[in-house]
C-alpha cells in the first residue's frame, strides 16, 4: 500500500514569518511529486510538480525542493501572510499509477 | 476559478434514492478522476478513466456506478447508499494519467 506522509498536520504562525512542511513518500518506481493548496470551499490548486531528483520549483514566495533517493519533498514559504492560509497537500505517484495524496499540513497565518 | 465544474454543489439524499453527480471539463484532458474526501483525512482515489474508459476503480462498492459518456462529462451514479457515504465528492482532470490534475469544487454528499 503505497503511503504519503505530511508534517505537520497543523501548523499556525505569525505574518512575517517564514515556515516549512515535510511530504514523505515511496522511494521505489518514483514518478512525480505534486504539492496542492486547498483553500476552504474552492478546489485544490496545482502549485508544484517535480520529476527530478534535486528539483526546486519556487512560485513568488513558495518554493519546493525534492529528494527522490530519500523520498521527501519540502514545502517552503517564505514571510508568511494572511492569504497563506489553506492546506497544502502533497500528492505522489508511480509511472501509471493516479495520485495518491497525504492528508494535508493545514497553515493558519495570524496578522 | 476552475475549469472543471461539477454539479450540484450540495446533495442531500435518501438512502433509497438515486441521483447523479456530474463533472465537466474543456481543457481536452483525457484522464479523469473521482475522489472522495471524509473530513480531516486525504481525498482517496475511486475510479480513474483514461481516454473514457475506465482504468482504475479502486474497490468502490457497486452503489457507485461511474460513466464517462464523452471525453468532457464524467457522472458519478449513486444508488442505495448508506449514511458513511457522506463526504465530499471531487472531480479532477489532468492531461494524462500522471501528470498535475485540475479539481473542480467538488460535491458535498449527505445521505440521510
Known sequence: ?111 | DTEVTQTPKHLVMGMTNKKSLKCEQHMGHRAMYWYKQKAKKPPELMFVYSYEKLSINESVPSRFSPECPNSSLLNLHLHALQPEDSALYLCAAGLKENTEAFFGQGTRLTVV
Open chain 1, 1 to 111: 500500500i503505497l503511503n504519503v506522509e505530511q508534517s505537520p498536520q497543523s501548523l499556525h504562525v505569525q505574518e512575517g514569518d517564514s515556515t516549512n512542511f515535510t511530504c514523505s513518500f515511496p522511494s521505489s518506481n518514483f514518478y512525480a511529486l505534486h504539492w496542492y493548496r486547498w483553500e476552504t470551499a474552492k478546489s485544490p490548486e496545482a502549485l508544484f510538480v517535480m520529476t527530478l531528483n534535486g528539483d526546486e520549483k519556487k512560485k513568488g514566495r513558495i518554493s519546493a525542493t525534492l529528494n527522490t533517493k530519500e523520498g521527501y519533498s519540502y514545502l517552503y514559504i517564505k514571510g508568511s501572510q494572511p492569504e497563506d492560509s489553506a492546506t497544502y497537500l502533497c500528492a505522489f505517484n508511480q509511472a501509471g499509477t493516479a495520485l495518491i495524496f497525504g492528508k494535508g499540513t493545514t497553515l493558519s497565518v495570524s496578522s
